[in-house]
């Protein structure tokens, strides 16, 4: 079936074939590329941010992380929850920053601003493991719901910081970590959807500019087919000619 095809046909099919391959995966490389960069500036974004808060509630979270390791009087933890609370709320409202965690080294949650995770266990947690052992470390993560400082959130896309704690001026072992959350769902959607306009726009020019090199080589071929065929014409022409005069 294929050889029914000329020379030049069979070249162009081929041609599209690779082109369509090559295309696809130039466009998926360069969408991975463009995630990727989105991926990378929110992650520095979010690193920067988590050490700025810190440092803002650091004065009050400390004694709370104290009591991770010792016991406190009786209802001083409530009140240091309902300060870093405060402290929280008039930051984060100027802020990206949608939630707030601190965990104590157990992996017991001592400050949520969701209050229904306070005292949960999460030492199980791969990325409060690594956070513990000294690695800041930011992910991803996709909630079907989420409390936030804004109220609950449905299908969502968060950046998650995981953030050592040392005391002050001692870093060699944390004494907490800290954990921050940034809804990154609009940005993500927005990235993807100019990658993906800037990929359909390359690739629709690409085809365009390969269909006119097609038809290019098709009536260069259809030119020389004609002309060889004239030329064929005209030589039986002489050649009957000659007969006649012979």
Known sequence: MFKRFSLPERSAILGAILFVLVGSLLTYLDYRTAVERMEALARNTNTVASRTLWNHIRDVALPLLEHGRRPMVRGAQALLIDEIDRQASDILHNTDIDKIVIFGTNGHVLYSTDPTQIGKDESTNLRFMAARDGEEVTKAETFDTIVTING???????????????????????????????????????????????????????????????????????????????RVEALSEVMKVRAEEA
């Open 152 to 230: 609950v959130q449905r299908n969502r896309v968060m950046n998650a910081t995981y953030m050592p704690i040392y005391e002050t001026g001692e870093e060699l072992r944390p004494i907490g970590v800290f954990e921050i959350y940034t809804d990154i769902t609009e940005m993500q959607n927005s990235n993807r959807t100019r990658a993906w306009i800037r990929l359909t726009m390359l690739f629709g020019g690409l085809t365009i500019l390969y269909a006119l090199l097609v038809m290019l080589v098709t009536h260069s071929h259809r030119q020389i087919r004609r002309a060889e065929s004239d």
